[in-house]
Nanobody, 130 residues
Framework: QVQLVESGGALVQPGGSLKLACAAS????????LGWFRQAPGKEREGVAL??????????ADSVQGRVTISRDSTKNTVYLYLHMNGLKPEDTGIYYC?????????????????????WGQGTQVTVSS
């Protein structure tokens, strides 16, 4: 069972930067995708960025294109997923979740919808406010 733990959420001023991290473990194969999603109060969960472990391709939501970079690193048993965010706006406020799926094709086709992602972290709060 894949386990994911996010960290790095904070209160940030508009225009600021933030780096979120996710520690993911429990993978039984190298065929998976990892993604960052967020959910604002009263809104549906939406995708922010996705990376495929099969070909390294990265996908970004239109709302964050050019302001966000997804990256990853790994040790023997743990994959570290990062979300680097710049030029933060109040509308970036929300709970940010890390997620994993073995259904890469579906995840990419459906993105930024969270369809196909089966493992989720507990989330980390990001608040952009002056």
């Amino acid at each position: 069972q894949v386990q994911l733990v996010e960290s790095g959420g904070a209160l940030v001023q508009p225009g600021g930067s933030l780096k979120l991290a996710c520690a993911a473990s429990g993978f039984t194969s190298d065929h998976y995708a990892l993604g960052w999603f967020r959910q604002a109060p009263g809104k549906e969960r939406e995708g922010v960025a996705l990376v495929s472990n099969s070909d390294g391709s990265r996908h970004y939501a239109d709302s964050v294109q050019g302001r966000v970079t997804i990256s990853r690193d790994s040790t023997k048993n743990t994959v570290y997923l990062y979300l680097h965010m710049n030029g933060l706006k109040p509308e970036d406020t929300g709970i940010y979740y890390c997620a994993a799926t073995a259904s890469i094709a579906r995840a990419v086709i459906e993105f930024p919808a969270p369809a196909g992602f089966t493992s989720w972290g507990q989330g980390t709060q990001v608040t952009v406010s002056s």
